[in-house]
Nanobody
Framework: QVQLVESGGGLVQPGGSLRLSCAAS????????MGWFRQAPGKEREFVAQ????????YYADSVKGRFTISRDNAKNTVYLQMNSLKPEDTAVYYC?????????????WGQGTQVTVSS
């Protein structure tokens, strides 16, 4: 089993920045991909960003490309999502996901989510 714990969500003004963290624990040796999804009320859960644990390859949804950056810290078993130039439409619950294979399609393990609200 792999446990994922997100943190860093909160309320931010449009144009502001926020950094999310996802700490992984458990059988992390089996994980090859980690990433972020988000879900707004009444909408489908959508892919945001992913990173290959070994090598650091990254891939982003078009909606966040150029604004969001995913990164990892192997020593801390943690993945980050740096979110800049935030827009109201970025408001959602953000979920961390981990998968045994690369690329990330739909995670094998999920965190509980952290709320991000972009509003003035």
């Amino acid at each position: 089993q792999v446990q994922l714990v997100e943190s860093g969500g909160g309320l931010v003004q449009p144009g502001g920045s926020l950094r999310l963290s996802c700490a992984a624990s458990g059988s992390i040796f089996s994980i090859n991909a980690m990433g972020w999804f988000r879900q707004a009320p009444g909408k489908e859960r959508e892919f945001v960003a992913q990173i290959r644990w070994s090598g650091g390859n990254t891939y982003y949804a078009d909606s966040v490309k150029g604004r969001f950056t995913i990164s990892r810290d192997n020593a801390k078993n943690t993945v980050y999502l740096q979110m800049n130039s935030l827009k109201p439409e970025d408001t959602a619950v953000y979920y961390c996901a981990a998968q045994r294979t690369w690329p990330l399609s739909w995670g094998d393990y999920w965190g509980q989510g952290t709320q991000v609200t972009v509003s003035s």
